[in-house]
């Protein structure tokens, strides 16, 4: 046996030595003389803090042992040492240091002691009980106490209400997971942790293992929902996160934007005018609205969240025969129409956008191709989906995972049937050829909770959108580029299997007995979504594509000069051919009448003066149209757009490609790339106020040349 002696400490004795006497000390330790090694050490720390720092550092670094701190009951590293006592206990990891030993912090403090229990340090805490676990051998006594102290640790790194997770701890905090009879404890990271079970999705014999770990379930959802931990159905689902809207430098709500945007636009045709508008830009030739009334009560279980029940119900469908392209999923986001600024052939640039659907639901969802897309800029219906509020929307693979996807087949089970959608996920392609939209009606409890609008969309108020879109449907093809069909349906609440929606209006464009006046001297490469149209519909297309062709022209002919050929124009008689079923007169409560009209349409892109003013902005574009109806007793005989609430006088509009709330005062309908107002209501105008208005400009050149050059086009083909 080794004894020790107290050595006589004075100033003579070198450093080395009393160091290396130090480690004797720590060598020997005995928890029966705690007291007397007290002294021992008490006395060696006094005698180093009198001594060059550097020195003492210096013989330190020679200790075989790391820990040489006293702890009260051994000898601690320094990094292993708390100074201020903490409401958690860290033991054995971390001990505070004995009150006796305070005097010599600063001695301490050399070596790097911890002052106060900081995120750091319990994350090292938690990083030391991975190691002992992973590596072994462990005492299984130690695992309850382990376990209890790591959750500790959590509630004190956990945010508060308001607050948000440090990137250093979410990315180096350990959570302990689940461990078969706690037989010992393991932690991971975050990102490969998951909580819940399956949340209401049914059971199946099939089950798929997930690559992540239940979190403990000592942990509440609570705590790791703060963690950012995703839910088990969040895994099984694998969700791309949606943003939506834009980032500007002063945040503001999108909630509250998407309301201030709703606020400016009172007309209440703006929603299907912007889904046919959006259609039209994506090539689509027929566009398709179906009112649902089913509740769908047996399919409430099973939902990607228990949010989504309220979901389920009545909703209005849409559906186009246009695929979405890769950049349309992040186009549609958008809350405004920046995406289609520059693009000339898009008549989108010109509309609300896609927001305009907020006016009759709050959480808009579609398919199209193999995906599968929901949005809930309120973020109350997607729940645990929705793991950053800044991305309130998410998008499916129906391909990818349909295995896992099967677990929550309730949420998809509406789409079954509904204009040819099969979303059973059983085969090997679950793509859909076309777009589909389901627009869930704001219910009365969802309208009071809305953070976007408050109007509640019953069956009164669908019944006065779709009786708009009868009234309005021959001025909604006059001007397309390709949607040449759209109908309308309804779906009872007691319809049965297969489903077999009831017809209620069509509208359909061909080309009339007289066919083209003037043919379009342009070559136009038709979408996809045309092949399985006939021969004379393809040529009709080609023909209505006036603004693609003006598009192409203009940035052909950049360096226009007077000496340039002439711009395009056509002239085509066109047949609106709208239907009124039997059911649908019955439906829509009002009397309306089933129509057969011939249009002549004449276009024209002028004689250049808006070519050489469009040169200022690449988001300009001369192209102009006219349009007016023929008598059904006499093809030859032109008649004045009139409106029969205000006698005969002459009331024609103005369209944007699709028509605008704004009467010309012409006999005529109007057409052309107007600059309009931020709520599409009014053609912009100078005021007094105004030094210049560039859209104005614009407007006045686009109406003396292109307009004008159609009108008198028109007036010399009739």
């Known amino acids: 046996t080794t004894e020790i002696y107290t050595l006589s400490l004075h100033d003579a004795l070198p450093i080395s030595q009393v160091v290396y006497h130090l480690g004797t000390v720590v060598i020997h330790y005995k928890h029966e003389e705690r007291p007397r090694f007290s002294l021992l050490v008490k006395e060696i720390y006094e005698f180093l803090s009198y001594k060059n720092r550097g020195d003492v550092v210096e ?138 079970e399956y949340d209401g999705s049914e059971g199946e014999n099939e089950d798929e293992e997930v690559e992540f770990l239940q979190v403990h379930p000592n942990i509440p959802v609570g705590i790791a929902e703060l963690f950012n931990v995703r839910s088990r159905s969040n895994c099984l689902l694998e969700p791309d996160e949606l943003t939506l809207g834009e980032e500007f430098g002063q945040e503001e709500k999108l909630t509250r934007r998407l309301n201030r945007l709703l606020e400016e636009y009172t007309d209440g045709f703006a929603v299907p005018k912007e889904l046919i508008q959006n259609a039209d830009d994506a090539g689509a030739t027929e566009v398709c609205f179906l009112y649902d009334e089913r509740t769908n009560e047996d399919a409430m279980t099973g939902l990607i969240d228990e949010g989504m029940r309220d979901c389920q119900g009545p909703a209005l469908w849409v559906y186009n025969d246009a695929e979405f392209k890769d950049e349309d999923f992040e186009n549609i986001t958008k809350l405004n129409g920046a995406t289609k600024e520059n693009d000339t052939e898009k008549i989108g640039k010109f509309g609300l956008g896609f927001n305009a659907v907020y006016n009759l639901t709050d959480v808009p969802m579609f398919v199209s191709r193999n995906h599968f897309v929901i949005l809930d800029p309120n973020t109350f219906y997607l729940g645990k989906q929705i793991r950053n509020k800044t991305k309130p929307g998410i998008k499916l693979d129906t391909t990818k995972n349909s295995k896992r996807l099967r677990k929550f087949r309730n949420q998809f089970r509406p789409f079954n049937g509904i204009f040819g959608c099969d979303l059973h996920l059983n085969q090997d392609d679950n793509s859909y050829k076309g777009t589909l939209f389901r627009f869930p009606l704001r219910t009365e409890q969802q309208a009071i909770q809305s953070e976007i609008k408050q109007l509640v969309y019953n069956r009164k108020q669908v019944q006065e ?254």
């Not at 006293?70 to 601690?76: A, Q, Y």
């Not at 805490?125 to 006594?141: H, M, N």
């Not at 979504?529 to 203009?554: H, P, W």
């Open 59 to 196: 013989a330190i670094q020679d200790l075989k042992d790391p820990g040489w701190i006293w702890n009260g009951d051994g000898f601690s590293p320094p990094n292993a040492l708390l100074l201020n006592d903490h409401s958690i206990d860290l033991s054995p990891y971390i001990s505070v240091l004995p009150s006796e030993m305070s005097m010599y912090f600063d001695l301490f403090d050399s070596f790097g002691i911890n002052k106060d229990c900081s995120e750091q340090l319990m994350l090292d805490v938690l990083s030391i009980i991975r190691q002992k676990y992973d590596q072994g051998p462990f005492e299984t006594s130690d695992v309850k106490k382990d376990l209890a102290l790591c959750i500790s640790i959590l509630n004190e790194l956990k945010p508060d209400d308001n607050g948000q997770l440090s990137p250093e701890v979410q990315k180096k905090v350990l959570l302990p997971t689940y461990v078969k009879g706690d037989t010992r404890v393991n932690l991971a990271p975050v990102e490969n942790c998951m909580y819940g």
């Open 465 to 718: 959108l779709l009786k708009r879109v009868t009234q309005g449907a021959e001025s909604l093809l006059l001007f397309t580029q390709n949607v040449r069909h759209i109908s309308i349906y309804h779906l009872p609440n007691d319809v049965t299997e297969p489903l077999q929606p009831r017809k209620i209006f069509e509208v359909t464009k061909s080309l009339s007995k007289d066919g083209v006046r003037r043919e379009l001297p342009y070559t136009i490469t038709l979408p996809t979504t045309a092949e399985k149209l006939s021969t004379e519909d393809q040529f009709l297309l080609k023909q209505c594509n006036f603004l693609r062709a003006s598009s192409e022209v203009s940035n052909l002919n950049h360096g226009y000069s007077e000496s340039a050929p002439a711009l395009l124009s056509s002239a085509l008689t066109l047949k609106i051919k709208s239907t009124v079923s039997e059911y649908g007169s019955s439906f829509l409560e009002c009397s309306v009448s089933s129509n057969d009209d011939i249009w002549l349409v004449v276009s024209s892109m002028g004689k250049g003066a808006a070519m050489q003013f469009a040169k200022k902005d690449s988001s300009l574009l001369a192209s102009a149209g006219v349009g007016v109806k023929f008598s059904t007793k006499d093809s030859l005989i032109p008649i004045p757009v009139c409106d029969e609430t205000k006698g005969s006088k002459a009331n024609g509009s103005v369209f944007c490609y699709l028509p605008l709330p704004i009467c010309s005062g012409l006999p005529v309908h109007i057409n052309g790339t107007f600059a309009v107002s931020s709520n599409r209501r009014t053609l912009l105008v100078k005021t007094e106020d105004d030094k210049a208005n560039f859209g104005q400009e614009w407007n006045e050149v686009l109406l003396k040349d292109c307009v004008c050059s159609a009108y008198l086009d028109l007036l010399e083909d009739l």
